[in-house]
C-alpha cells in the first residue's frame, strides 16, 4: 500500500535539509528518498524543486533519467539479474528465462501479491562468478537452476 | 598466540558465499573454545577458489579453497589452523601458478590485509608515496607522474600527468579531484576489488592528486550496484579522517583534503567523464561538449581532475618507487602494469595485473585455462560493451593499447569476457546496440536514433531479410555512429557491432524465415 501524501512529506523534509546545503544535493537526496521508500513517490518532486530552487520539470527530468529511480512501490523483495556479456557467456539468458517462468514476471514487473519485483541489472562486477544476481542488496554468483529455484522459494515465503 | 584466520569479505567472495563460511566458522570456533582471530579481508582475484580461507600459519599463510559452511568442522578435525592437510589445501597463495605469475603493483596488498586496517595497510608499504609527496613541490609530483607513463585506466588511456599539469596550471578559487567509480563495463571488476580490498590506496590516491593540483576536496562517484565497496570506502574515509590523512590539513603538514563518497542511481553512460560532473551537480547524466575540457572547466565549471579508480590508485605506487620502477615495465607507449580482469566463460577467471605486453592469446588459453565449459573458445570481448569481439586469428595481439586500435578494438578498462563456440555473434551485435539505445543520454542523434535503427537493421538480418541490403546499411549507420557521436558510448558502439560482422560474418546470413501459410 502507498503512504499518503503527508506522510511522505513529513519523511522526505529531513533528507532535503540533511542535503539542502551541500554541493549537488539533488542525487543524494534522490537516493535518501529511495532507500527510505523503495521508490521516489511523484509527490516529492514539487517539494524537492521548492527546497533546492529548481523548477519541477527539472527535478522530474532527473527521476526519470536514472533507471534506479522507480515511480511505483517494489515488492517485498527485488530480485535484480545481471543481463550482460559476461553473464550472457554462461547462460545467462537461460537463467532470465527460469527465473521469469518461476516467478511467473517479466523483467521490470512486480508479482500481483507483491512479495517481488524481478529487474534487470547490467554489471554487477561479478563476471568471473557469472551469472550474477543481487536479491534485497545481497549478491549472488554462479547462478544455476537450483539457486534459481531457491531464490524463488524463498522471495514467495 | 592468536592464530588469525582471513576469509574475505569481497562481493565476488559474498557472492559465493563467504558470509555463510564466515558465521560457519565463528560457530565452530566458539564450539571448540580455541583463540582464533577472524580477519576480513578482501580478495586475492582467484574467483575460481572463492571462498578461499586463509590462515596465518609458522610457514607463512596457507589457503583453503573453495570452502562452503558444510567443510569447516572437517577443515578444523584437519588441523588447518596449523596448515594441516585436506582436500581443499592449496597451500602459500603466493605459490599458485595464477597469483606467482602476476606483478602486482597497484594490487600488491589486496587480499592480504583488513581493508579497514590503516596499521595493516602502513605495514604494508601504504602512506609512504603520500609522504615523499608531501615534501616535494606541485610541479615535481606532476612530473613523476607523466615520467612514469601512467595512462587513464578507465578505457582512454590518456597521459594521466598531462591530465594533472592542465588542472595544477588553471587558476581558479576551487578546484576538484573526481574519481570515477561508475565501472559500468560487463567483465570489468577491479575497481570494485581494490575499493573492498584496499580502499587506503585510493584514498592516498587521491589525497596526492589533491596535493599535486592544489585541490582540496575529493568526490568518489561510485555505482549504486555496488553496495559493499560503498560500506568499505566509507569506513576507509572515517579512520582516514580520524588519522588525520584527511582533513584540513594532511598528515598535519600538507594542504587541505577532504573525500566524500557520493552515488550514482544506475545509469551506464554516467561512466563517461562529462556526464559523470553533470550527475555529481544532480543534473541528468547529460554528455559535454569539449571542449572546455573537465580540467579547465569540470565540475561546478571549476578545474577539475577526473581519473578512474585504478589510474589513482597506481599513483601511490609511483611516488613511492618513484616514476622509473614503474616505467620500467610494459612495452611501448603502455607503461606500468594493468589489472586484466578474467571473465566470462573461462575455468579460471579472476584478476590478472601484469606488465602490458602478454598476448590476448596467452591470456585466454594459458592464464584462465580455455572455458569453463570446456568447449572451444570462439569470441572474447576485449573493453567492456564497447569493446570489440576478438576472434582466434587475432589471438597473437600483445595486451596493450596501440596493438588493440591497430586492429580496431581497444582494451578499455582491461576486462575481457570469454564466449564458447554456442555464441550467436548476430545476437551480440544486436545486444551492442539495445544497450546503446536504452544507455544511451539522448543528446546526440547518431547514439540516440542510430542504435534504435540499428536494433531494426540487426532483427531484420535475423530474418534473413535482404541481408546485403541490410550489412550495408549496418556498416553506413556504424560509420555515422562512429564518427558523429558526441561521446564514446554512440562513438564505441561499433567496435562490437562491426568486428562482429567483420570476424563471424556467417553468424549474420541467416536463411530467410518463411512466412507460415495460412
Known sequence: MQPARTEILSAVMPIVDQW??????????????????????????????????????EVYGVVSFYHDYRENPPGRHVLKLCRAEACQSMGGDAIAERLQNLLGLKFGETAADGSVTLEPVYCLGLCACSPAAMLDGEVIGRLDDEKAREIAREVRA | M???????????ALALGAEKVATAMAREI???????????????????????????TEFGRVAYGPVKPSDVPSLFDSKFLSGGAHPLFRGNPGEIPFLKRQTRLTFARCGII???????YETYGGLTGLRNALSMAPEQIVAQVTESGLRGR????????????????AQADRKYIVCNADEGDSGTFADRMIMEGDPFVLIEGMVIAGIAVGATKGYIYLRSEYPDAERVLNEAIAVARKAGILGKSVLGTGPAFELEVRMGAGA?????????????EGKRGMVRAKPPLPAHEGLFGKPTVVNNVISLASVPIILDKGATFYRDFGMGRSRGTIPIQIAG?????GLFETAFGLTLGEIVDDIAGGT???????????????????????????????????????????????????????KQARFAMEFCAVESCGKCTPCRIGSTRGVEVLDRLAKGVQADQQIEIVKDLCNTMKFGSLCALGGFTPYPVMSALTHFPEDFRRQPVREAAE
Open chain 1, 20 to 57: 539542502r546545503h551541500e554541493e549537488g544535493p539533488l542525487l543524494p537526496i534522490l537516493n535518501g528518498i529511495l532507500r527510505e521508500f523503495g521508490y521516489v513517490p511523484r509527490e516529492v518532486v514539487p517539494a524537492i524543486a521548492e527546497a533546492l530552487n529548481l523548477s519541477r520539470a
Open chain 2, 2 to 12: 592468536t592464530t588469525k584466520i582471513y576469509i574475505p569479505r569481497d562481493s565476488g
Open chain 2, 30 to 56: 566458539g564450539l571448540r573454545g580455541i583463540d582464533v582471530q577472524i580477519v576480513r579481508n578482501g580478495s586475492r582475484g582467484l574467483y575460481w577458489l572463492e571462498p578461499m580461507v586463509e590462515v596465518e
Open chain 2, 114 to 120: 583488513d581493508p579497514g586496517s590503516l596499521e595493516d
Open chain 2, 154 to 169: 578507465g578505457g582512454a588511456g590518456f597521459p594521466t600527468g598531462i591530465k594533472w599539469k592542465t588542472v595544477l596550471e
Open chain 2, 268 to 280: 551506464y553512460v554516467c561512466g563517461e567523464e562529462t556526464a559523470l560532473l553533470d550527475s555529481l
Open chain 2, 345 to 349: 566463460n573461462v575455468k579460471y577467471g
Open chain 2, 372 to 426: 569453463a565449459t570446456g568447449r572451444p573458445v570462439r569470441a572474447v570481448q576485449v573493453g567492456g560493451p564497447l569493446g570489440a569481439y576478438f576472434p582466434r586469428a587475432l589471438f597473437d595481439t600483445p595486451f596493450e593499447y596501440e596493438a588493440f586500435l591497430a586492429r580496431d578494438g581497444l582494451i578499455g578498462h582491461a576486462g575481457i569476457v570469454v564466449f564458447d563456440d554456442t555464441v550467436d555473434m548476430l
